[in-house]
């Protein structure tokens, strides 16, 4: 009897134990090499600068990419200027990491479910935009800080907010 209750001890805490290391994914380190303005603004540049599809970055570049997501899949690489955008998939989750062209990882964000979101998060969300619904998360590792950027509905009206870790309000 005794020796059954020891199994299921040892099989649920090995199972829970897998569960827990299946959602929390290896998370890289971003590089410290730029502050947080500076990463800013090459991603704003980026993002407003016309993209080349499909232009692999140097060999150095992917590598890095391999190495801070040794499982990634499905990776489809964009650039503009020295920024090099790769959005793959890992663990059936949607990911886009930012590279710059000595292969420092600037940035990522991963999908996340409402659920994923933080509590203090979701009360700052509550109390700024008490109509609104969190329709779609992504967590966003920046330098030592993580960001949750999100899109909030009230029917037709969409917001994109940004909120830290503790509910501050970014922008």
């Known amino acids: ?3 059954k209750t020891i199994f299921k001890i040892l099989f649920a805490g090995f199972f829970l134990m897998g569960i827990w290391t299946c959602s929390h ?4 380190a971003t590089s410290t ?12 540049t980026h993002h407003t600068s016309h993209h080349t599809d499909n232009a692999y970055p140097p060999a150095s570049v992917q590598q ?8 990634a899949k499905d990776i489809d690489w964009e650039t503009s200027g020295s920024v090099y955008e790769a959005d793959f998939e890992l663990s059936n989750t949607d990911y886009k990491a930012y590279y710059d062209a000595q292969g420092n990882l600037l940035m990522y964000s991963i999908d996340i479910s409402r659920s994923q979101v933080p509590e203090a998060v979701k009360t700052a969300v509550k109390t700024k935009y008490p109509n609104y619904r969190i329709d779609d998360a992504d967590k966003i590792i920046q330098g030592t800080q993580t960001f949750y950027k999100l899109e909030l509905e009230q029917g037709e009206m969409e917001i994109k907010a940004v909120f830290k870790t503790d509910g501050s309000f970014v922008k």
Do not use: C, G, I, S
């Open 25 to 28: 994914a290896h998370e890289p």
């Open 64 to 71: 890095k990419l391999l190495a801070d997501f040794p499982k």
């Open 33 to 44: 090499h730029y502050t947080h303005d500076q990463v800013e603004q090459m991603l704003n």
């Open 1 to 3: 009897m005794r020796t």
